[in-house]
Each structure stands twice: as structure tokens, then as C-alpha cells.
């Protein structure tokens, strides 16, 4: 009798550990700031401009991530003001925002309100709420001293180096998952070992999940989690990886890791995602899991 009660226990065990595959990290000692459910989603118009002739300025593309997430109690807009060239400064050269600048107001206006919008989310999630900008240029490509691959200011980074330069912040992670590397996040935090850059590549879907999962687990320490939130590795997207509740699953992973190490402070930027019919979604399942 006590024998089957064993093998009985040991069945429950197995069946347990084998259901929730992959499995969460296990909830840390720090209780995140707030319970409730909700993100904001910084966001300013001139995102909806077509000011260049790259697939992350296709016409359509914000408005296939709006579609999805406006009207829904959950997500609360706000309106992000331009970075100053001071934030800009505290990542980029004066040649770089100079040669932004010469390619046209439009341009550059946007560059600096979607730097903004990075900017905006970070202290949103300083103060305690969960956001994410839908934002566009893209910012993970860009480096102090030049840029490329659809991007101009690393919006990500001038949020983050702004934090620390104002003592809010002691130690930050950087997670991306966007299908590309993001040589440029990675380029300016090279020797800051404040900064922790982590990009995730390489396999299948499920290879890259555990992988995710297993850098989340020991993670400790950071004050904030910042996100890189590309959608190009979408099933239906550049990568072919990706199926849509894969990135619920990616979202609940960051804010179990961001509420271990930080209180739940984390917030997200957008960076590619091209397949309109789908990207939307992507932003939804993904904040589904983050917020
Ligand atoms: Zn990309």
C-alpha cells in the first residue's frame, strides 16, 4: 500500500513538471509594486508618418498594431514628448545626431519623439506601471557614432543611460527579441558594466524559449528590465519562428523575471515586425503575457 502511494506521488510529480514545460522561473522574494492588470502604450501620431522608404516606415504598419490594442480597457495611451538632444548626447555623438539631421525635419522629428517614446515608458515603468511605446524608428541598430538597418537614435539606450546618469537607476537589463542583434544596443553598452545586454538567437522555437528562460532564472539584482521588442521572428514574419502564443509566453517570462530582480520594473520598445496581417497580434499576445 505505501508502495502505490508512492508510485502514485511520483506519477503526480512527473505529470506536473511535464505540464509546464516550459516552465516559469519560480516567484522570487520581491512582491511586484502593483497587481493590477494594464499597460501604457506611449504613443504619438507622427509614428503613423512615412518618413522614409524602409520597411519599418511602411505605411500601415503602427496602425496594424493600433488596430489591435485600442478600444481594449487594458491598454491606456499616452502622448511622449520629443528626446532632448541632451538625452541624445548621452548615447550619440554630435556627428551622428548631425547627420540624422541633415536627412530631413520629418525625419528627424520622428527619430527624436520615438527616442522620446523609449524615454516616456522607462520612467512610466520607474513609476510602477508596465508600458511598452509602439514607436517607430527603430532603435537597436543604432550605435554612438553611426547607424543602419532601419534605425537613427537607440531609443532603448538613450531610456536606459538616462536612468543611470540620473542615479534612478544602478544596474539594467536589456533583453531583445527581436530576430536581429542589436549590434548597436550592444556596441554602446560594450564597456558599461552596469548594462547587461542579452539577445536572443539561434534554434527552434522551443530551443530559444528554454534559452530565454534559462538566462532569465539567474538573473539577479538589475533595478530595471528594458525590452527590444522586435516581431520579425514571427512564424509569419522574416524569421518563420515564432507562432503568435509563443510571444505570451516570451511576455510572462520578462515580467516573472522583472519581478524577481526588480519589483516588476520593466517597460518595452518596438523594434521590427513587418508582416502587417499578423504583427498586431504579435503586440497583443506578447503584452498579453508582459503586462
Ligand atoms: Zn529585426
Redesign the pocket.
Known sequence: MKGLLWTIALLLALGQSLACMPALPPEGPNPPTSQKKGVIVVFHPAYLRVYSEDPAADPGRIEAILKELQGVPDFIFTEPLPATEEDLRRVHTQRQIESVESRGSELYETALLSAGGAVLASEMAMAGEVSMAINRP?G??ASPDYSG??CYFNNIAVAVRKLLDENKIQRALIVDF???FGDGTANIFAYDPRVTYFHLEDGDRIQQLQKLEAFLSQTEGYDILAVSA?F??GKED??RIFEIQDYTTIGTLLKKAAERNCRGKRFAVL???YNQNVLGKNVKAFLDGFE
Open positions: 527603430p537597436h541598430h538597418g532601419h527581436d530576430l536581429h522586435g520579425d521572428a522574416w524569421g523594434e521590427g515586425g
